[in-house]
């Protein structure tokens, strides 16, 4: 925080590399490189946003009516819709491939990377929720890299605000491979506040936690995580998609290109394609 009588200092001295962003893209790439998380505009029309709204109201009255809201909640999984790509609304595939987006992971990750998960996500209000805990979303995996490897993208299809339980983030943990300890997250833990219509970038392996809703009302949003193509999507994305209408590349950014080999003949094929 900053006041007129205390600016942050604007000269410096003793450098001889600086990073040079070209654009506001660049820039937000600069703060997930360096302290794990951004906030990332979509750029979609307030009319879009409400459609989304209504879209994710919809995908999710289908979603609990075909897998039942007792069996929902005897797994935990009453707050999650698993994959809404795959489930007839075209909204869902813009979501994951939003170009501002694209172009960022572009800056993070390098070379390819797919679409690992696509999860809707409900914090409802007065309760614990299965993402209420602090977590990777590599999760048990106890190590860091030197670029990023998978990074998260939670679309905020409301505001996410201090009281609704917006999310907390342990900056710069995604460079230490060690859980730190609680006095430290005491201390150092943040809570990030969005606008419906953006994304919360994290690297996927800083710590980070959802809050607990304070107010009366759901809150809602939908998260995407994009790795390097070494990893297994959580869900096989590409034989839920056959029938959907997707270019080239959306079919490699949805794994189409990186499934394991079947047997012998079918890696030999892919690798003379």
């Known amino acids: 925080m900053t006041t007129a009588s205390n600016p942050v200092p604007a000269e410096s001295y003793g450098v001889l590399v600086q990073d040079s962003p070209a654009s506001d893209l660049d820039e937000v790439a600069e703060q997930v490189r360096r302290i794990g998380y951004a906030i990332l ?8 946003l409400s459609q989304l709204s209504e879209a994710f109201n919809r995908i999710r009255m289908a979603y609990v009516q075909n897998y039942g809201e007792a069996r929902l909640r005897k797994a935990n999984e009453l707050y999650t819709i698993r994959a809404p790509l795959v489930q007839g609304d075209n909204a869902f595939v813009r979501l ?6 694209l172009s960022v992971l572009g800056k993070l990750i390098k070379g390819k990377f797919i679409l690992n998960q696509q999860n809707g996500v409900i914090n409802p209000p007065d309760q614990t929720y299965n993402q209420g805990a602090w977590h990777r979303d590599l999760p048990y995996q106890h190590y860091v890299s030197n670029t ?9 299809v409301d505001d996410f605000t201090i009281e609704n339980g917006s999310t907390f983030v342990l900056p710069a943990t995604h460079r230490e491979v060690n859980y730190p300890s609680d006095s430290y997250i005491q201390r150092n833990a943040l809570q990030i506040e969005a606008k419906a219509g953006q994304y919360i970038l994290l690297d996927c392996m800083l710590f980070h936690s959802g809050g607990f809703n304070r107010t009366d009302n759901e809150r809602r949003a939908v998260n995407h995580v994009y790795t390097i193509p070494y990893f297994k999507q959580q ?7 056959l029938q959907v209408d997707l270019d ?10 990186f499934q394991e080999p079947t047997s012998i003949d079918h890696y030999l094929n892919d690798r003379v394609r």
């Open 41 to 48: 505009d979509s750029g979609y029309s307030t009319d879009y």
């Open 235 to 241: 869900i096989k994305l590409p034989d839920l998609l």
């Open 148 to 156: 990023p490897l998978a990074v998260n993208a939670l679309f905020c």
């Open 96 to 101: 994951a491939t939003n170009q501002n987006l």
């Open 248 to 257: 080239q590349a959306q079919k490699e950014l949805f794994g189409f290109n």
